[in-house]
């Protein structure tokens, strides 16, 4: 009788085993076929304030050539639904949640492209960030990457996998024609600067010595706060008196931008506006609150976005975001740059008829027509490393009427490559401490940026 | 001597354990193995590094992160060249990489017993601060001495492994199984150490450190050589991380991963071993779980972190039981049987 309700008892097993495989492989048949897209942001640390303003960018892109519908148009991370591209559909599997630490992007990136098992990246946000993503393509060929917005230089300088693809310029890049800026029009000679000690520092200061240097200027003081410096005086002492130097370029970032400002007040006295030239944190990510007014008339280079700019690509650009997400600032460079790369992905998808890998990647566009745009026939054109040669605006602070402090475009800088005319190469170190050393070369958009005033580009150049 | 009978339900679970981790790769999927499960063996060995010194030699040590990192760093600075497509950042030396692995594991091993010599004089509080300084100090080390890695990662090393180790880029089950082996090897490394006289000392010192001294046993050598194995166990995860994860940065050292591996410990019991890696696993499934469900599940997040939604879980699980999960283990076993000195059951199981 025992023996009986035992094997009763296997049958049941089996039973229920069988209808439980049959359930999941059902359950696996019926899921639709189609891309699976991650969007990769920071939902911690010092960019925690960019997750809304990246997944935004990337979906207004999706909204707007994809048929995508946000769920929520004051919350982008409420997700999107019904992107199609070419009658294939694109699922957004997930959103990456970094902290802008290396250790955190790779358990995210991991996270997103093996347990979610998506097919292509947009993103990250930062430069480290980056970095590991471009180490993870390299490991995963398959997979496509595009990154959203991160300034170091070494994603597509030095490891540069054949599946990554970057549609902005890097941290040098953006500064390209500051240094010119501060050489004819405010007439340094010497110069010294501060940068924070990191990828991004070191890219964004590369930027701004290459170009001053590249015009005859001379940096005399290299100064390398660590990251997340809270006392900058022992940095700001080590810079050299006012006297000692025409100007001072800042590449100091999150609070440090605020502190070391002070810290250098409390060290020389008030600010000259003339004096000081920032990065991109002398007016963006939070700037405007205490950074700006402290330093306003300043210059300030720029992010490869054009605040105020006045072209017909620039205002259709910012209609079509703001469609789909009214209250997302369209110029600000997270949103500007993770639209771009949306876009882009829905022109390689098209290309490649909706097959991703190899196909995907060859079909991924050489060149895209961006709102900020306006050499090459309003389009950024990519390299041979899949990174974009892109134009770029400086910028200055100015008071508005409400007297608030913010940037407006003031030069417009042609078709900014990678490598600021040879400069920067595969083979050589990639920014650094020491590098890149200062040197008088020509860059190919020397003597050729021109003046923007009220939003719109003169012929007048920059003397 | 024969086993009671908790000691054979604790072997059978321990065998059930091993045999569900030899037939994982077949099991579960490939994301759960490498990204769970190797994370769950790496972390569990470095938490046991932590473990071995509070439970057997009284000294909860928070420098056990730093030396992970800090074999990490040297393999990471030692094996990666500076070749076109490759590493950038870091002395780049480009050694051999079975040259570079022992030397990573005896120089962090040197510094374990150096940290060892500074702290062992101390105790409780003092003991705790200044081994957090010397973790401090090798997070900041690296992370601002540029010529040694910076801010930025240190990446590809695990593309830099001696030929009998193999491919840990492409080949995870492979790198699943060598931490299974290590994980094992340094689970019986600790049984073992504990029944040689040492072990038995370091026991003694851990209840009577002034009886011992007494007696002549130098104490402060004795905590030494502890925190050097303990130092040694560190760097092998700290090989292992580096290898699982390709990179190493200074995150890797910094005070939220010493916290962590803090908390795991403490989830899985600070008693015993065998709480390390229950504790790991517990830790990385529930960050996993929150990260990839709450920002779809719509629910508020405290703060605006996902590390207050992880931390009044872990907190939730204290309260239960101090002692960590295995602590539940003990009671349950003392309800069962009828036993109310849980607390003398579980002491007397953690000498052994």
């Known amino acids: 009788m025992s023996r009986i309700r035992q094997q009763w008892k296997l049958l049941v097993l089996l039973a229920t085993a069988a209808v439980a495989t049959v359930a999941v492989s059902a359950s696996i048949a019926a899921t639709p076929p189609g891309v699976k897209l991650a969007i990769m942001s920071d939902c911690k640390g010092a960019f925690a304030f960019g997750y809304e303003l990246d997944i935004g960018g990337a979906q207004a892109a999706l909204a707007k050539y994809a048929g995508g519908k946000a769920k929520n148009p004051n919350k982008p991370s409420a997700g999107m639904t019904g992107i199609t591209i070419g009658g294939t559909k694109v699922d957004i599997v997930g959103y990456g949640c970094g902290d802008d630490t290396a250790?955190?992007?790779?358990?995210?990136?991991?996270?997103?492209?093996?347990?979610?098992?998506?097919?292509?990246?947009?993103?990250?946000?930062?430069?480290?960030?980056?970095?590991?993503?471009?180490?993870?393509?390299?490991?995963?060929?398959?997979?496509?990457?595009?990154?959203?917005?991160?300034?170091?230089?070494?994603?597509?300088?030095?490891?540069?996998?054949?599946?990554?693809?970057?549609?902005?310029?890097?941290?040098?890049?953006?500064?390209?024609?500051?240094?010119?800026?501060?050489?004819?029009?405010?007439?340094?000679?010497?110069?010294?600067?501060?940068?924070?000690?990191?990828?991004?520092?070191?890219?964004?200061?590369?930027?701004?010595?290459?170009?001053?240097?590249?015009?005859?200027?001379?940096?005399?003081?290299?100064?390398?706060?660590?990251?997340?410096?809270?006392?900058?005086?022992?940095?700001?002492?080590?810079?050299?008196?006012?006297?000692?130097?025409?100007?001072?370029?800042?590449?100091?970032?999150?609070?440090?931008?605020?502190?070391?400002?002070?810290?250098?007040?409390?060290?020389?006295?008030?600010?000259?506006?003339?004096?000081?030239?920032?990065?991109?944190?002398?007016?963006?990510?939070?700037?405007?609150?205490?950074?700006?007014?402290?330093?306003?008339?300043?210059?300030?280079?720029?992010?490869?976005?054009?605040?105020?700019?006045q072209t017909a690509q620039a205002k259709a650009y910012e209609a079509a975001l703001n469609a789909v997400y009214p209250k997302l600032p369209a110029n600000d460079l997270f949103v500007y740059n993770y639209y771009n790369a949306a876009w882009a992905l829905v022109q390689g998808l098209t290309a490649s008829k909706g097959e991703i890998g190899a196909a995907l990647q060859k079909g991924m566009p050489k060149t895209l027509k961006t709102g900020y745009s306006v050499s090459n026939g309003g389009?950024?054109?990519?390299?041979?490393?899949?990174?974009?040669?892109?134009?770029?605006?400086?910028?200055?602070?100015?008071?508005?009427?409400?007297?608030?402090?913010?940037?407006?475009?003031v030069a417009y800088?042609?078709?900014?490559?990678?490598?600021?005319?040879?400069?920067?190469?595969?083979?050589?170190?990639?920014?650094?401490?020491?590098?890149?050393?200062?040197?008088?070369?020509?860059?190919?958009?020397?003597?050729?940026?021109?003046?923007?005033?009220?939003?719109?580009?003169?012929?007048?150049?920059?003397? | 001597m024969s086993a009671g009978p908790k000691a054979l339900t604790e072997r059978g679970f321990g065998a059930l354990v091993l045999a569900f981790a030899i037939a994982a790769p077949w099991l579960v999927s490939s994301y759960w193995l490498d990204a769970i499960l190797i994370q769950t063996l790496i972390f569990g060995i470095a938490a046991a590094s932590l473990i071995f010194l509070s439970a057997y030699g009284g000294m909860i040590s928070l420098a056990q992160t730093a030396l992970v990192g800090i074999a990490a760093y040297l393999l990471g600075n030692m094996v990666t060249a500076r070749v076109p497509g490759g590493e950038t950042k870091g002395l780049t030396l480009g050694w051999d990489p079975t040259v570079g692995l022992v030397l990573a594991v005896v120089v962090t091993?040197?510094?374990?017993?150096?940290?060892?010599?500074?702290?062992?004089?101390?105790?409780?509080?003092?003991?705790?601060?200044?081994?957090?300084?010397?973790?401090?100090?090798?997070?900041?080390?690296?992370?601002?001495?540029?010529?040694?890695?910076?801010?930025?990662?240190?990446?590809?090393?695990?593309?830099?492994?001696?030929?009998?180790?193999?491919?840990?880029?492409?080949?995870?089950?492979?790198?699943?199984?060598?931490?299974?082996?290590?994980?094992?090897?340094?689970y019986l490394l600790i049984r073992f150490v504990l029944r040689t006289p040492f072990g038995l000392v370091l026991q003694g010192i851990r209840d009577e450190p002034v009886r011992m001294s007494s007696?002549?046993?130098?104490?402060?050598?004795?905590?030494?050589?502890?925190?050097?194995?303990?130092?040694?166990?560190?760097?092998?995860?700290?090989?292992?991380?580096?290898?699982?994860?390709?990179?190493?940065?200074?995150?890797?050292?910094?005070?939220?991963?010493?916290?962590?591996l803090l908390v795991m410990a403490v989830i899985g019991g600070l008693r015993r071993v065998e709480g390390a890696w229950?504790?790991?696993?517990?830790?990385?499934?529930?960050?996993?779980?929150?990260?990839?469900?709450?920002?779809?599940?719509?629910?508020?997040?405290?703060?605006?972190?996902?590390?207050?939604?992880?931390?009044?879980?872990?907190?939730?699980?204290?309260?239960?039981?101090?002692?960590?999960?295995?602590?539940?283990?003990?009671?349950?076993?003392?309800?069962?049987?009828?036993?109310?000195?849980?607390?003398v059951a579980m002491a007397r199981g953690s000498s052994l």
């Open chain 1, 103 to 309: 250790p955190t992007a790779l358990k995210e990136v991991r996270r997103l492209m093996e347990q979610l098992d998506a097919d292509v990246m947009v993103g990250p946000l930062s430069g480290d960030e980056a970095v590991v993503v471009a180490n993870y393509a390299k490991d995963h060929p398959d997979k496509t990457f595009i990154i959203g917005t991160a300034g170091s230089q070494d994603p597509t300088m030095q490891i540069a996998p054949p599946n990554l693809f970057r549609y902005h310029g890097d941290g040098a890049q953006w500064n390209a024609g500051i240094g010119e800026i501060a050489y004819r029009k405010l007439g340094w000679r010497k110069a010294a600067i501060i940068m924070d000690d990191y990828s991004f520092g070191w890219t964004s200061a590369g930027g701004i010595i290459a170009d001053f240097c590249a015009v005859g200027g001379q940096i005399t003081k290299r100064v390398f706060p660590p990251l997340n410096t809270t006392d900058y005086a022992p940095y700001v002492r080590q810079l050299p008196a006012p006297g000692g130097v025409d100007g001072y370029f800042w590449v100091v970032g999150g609070t440090g931008t605020g502190a070391s400002l002070t810290a250098f007040e409390q060290a020389y006295g008030p600010l000259d506006p003339k004096q000081h030239i920032g990065n991109l944190f002398f007016a963006f990510l939070g700037a405007d609150k205490v950074v700006a007014p402290k330093v306003v008339g300043s210059y300030v280079g720029g992010a490869g976005t054009g605040p105020g700019l």
């Open chain 2, 109 to 186: 091993t040197v510094i374990g017993l150096l940290f060892g010599a500074l702290a062992a004089r101390s105790l409780g509080i003092y003991f705790l601060m200044l081994t957090l300084t010397c973790g401090v100090i090798a997070n900041l080390f690296f992370g601002s001495v540029t010529q040694f890695g910076g801010f930025s990662p240190i990446a590809g090393v695990n593309r830099y492994t001696p030929g009998f180790i193999g491919d840990m880029v492409n080949d995870r089950t492979r790198l699943y199984f060598i931490a299974l082996i290590v994980a094992v090897a340094v």
């Open chain 2, 215 to 260: 007696l002549g046993y130098n104490v402060a050598l004795h905590r030494t050589l502890a925190f050097g194995l303990a130092a040694f166990i560190a760097a092998v995860a700290g090989i292992l991380l580096v290898w699982w994860q390709g990179q190493v940065a200074p995150g890797d050292l910094g005070l939220p991963a010493t916290i962590q």
């Open chain 1, 379 to 409: 389009m950024i054109k990519l390299d041979s490393r899949r990174q974009a040669m892109t134009d770029q605006y400086q910028l200055q602070l100015v008071k508005n009427a409400d007297g608030s402090v913010g940037p407006v475009v």
């Open chain 1, 413 to 463: 800088v042609p078709g900014v490559d990678q490598s600021f005319g040879g400069l920067f190469k595969p083979s050589s170190p990639p920014p650094g401490r020491t590098q890149p050393a200062c040197k008088k070369v020509k860059t190919p958009w020397q003597g050729k940026i021109r003046e923007v005033k009220n939003g719109k580009i003169t012929n007048a150049v920059i003397k």
């Open chain 2, 278 to 343: 229950l504790g790991a696993f517990m830790v990385i499934v529930i960050d996993n779980q929150v990260t990839n469900n709450i920002p779809s599940s719509g629910l508020p997040v405290i703060g605006g972190s996902f590390n207050t939604i992880v931390g009044a879980i872990f907190l939730a699980i204290v309260v239960v039981s101090p002692d960590g999960l295995l602590g539940i283990w003990e009671r349950v076993w003392a309800t069962v049987r009828g036993n109310r000195g849980g607390k």
